[in-house]
């Protein structure tokens, strides 16, 4: 057989080749795409952590803002009652108000389940339809 002087071409190699090849391309693929995704939720969990703190900020300052209310409302009635007695009165409100709020929350923590009812019921078809598939 003579040669030609032509060496093997990329189209010429064996299937072996190809598969490492592929296996090697695929395998670096995933790796840059894993380092990409880390990176990129890395970047997002920073964000995540400084806008809960703004939100926590914000909280904090509305807890104040709440609490100036609660003068401006206790100040309003000492024009007309004795401070004591106005102070007694936003502050029975409050308490008023806090217990209706507990009433609202002691409701919807009674429908809370702690078991996933339609979870279990889902696994339970399911297993019941592998028991028939294999009769």
Do not use: Y
């Amino acid at each position: 057989m003579a040669t030609t002087g032509i060496t093997r071409s990329q189209d010429d190699r064996s299937v072996a080749e190809l598969v490492r090849q592929f296996s090697e391309q695929t395998s670096h693929l995933i790796r840059d795409e894993m380092r990409l995704a880390q990176a990129e939720m890395s970047q997002k969990a920073k964000h995540a952590g400084i806008g809960l703190g703004l939100f926590g900020g914000a909280g904090l300052l509305a807890f104040f803002g709440v609490g100036a209310l609660v003068t401006c409302a206790i100040a309003a009635l000492a024009l007309v009652l004795e401070v004591w007695a106005a102070a007694l009165i936003v502050a029975g409100a409050l308490f008023l108000l806090a217990g209706l709020v507990a009433l609202l929350g002691r409701g919807e923590t009674r429908q809370a389940r702690p078991k996933p009812e339609r979870t279990v019921a889902n696994v339970k078809r399911d297993v019941e339809e592998l028991k028939e598939s294999r009769h």
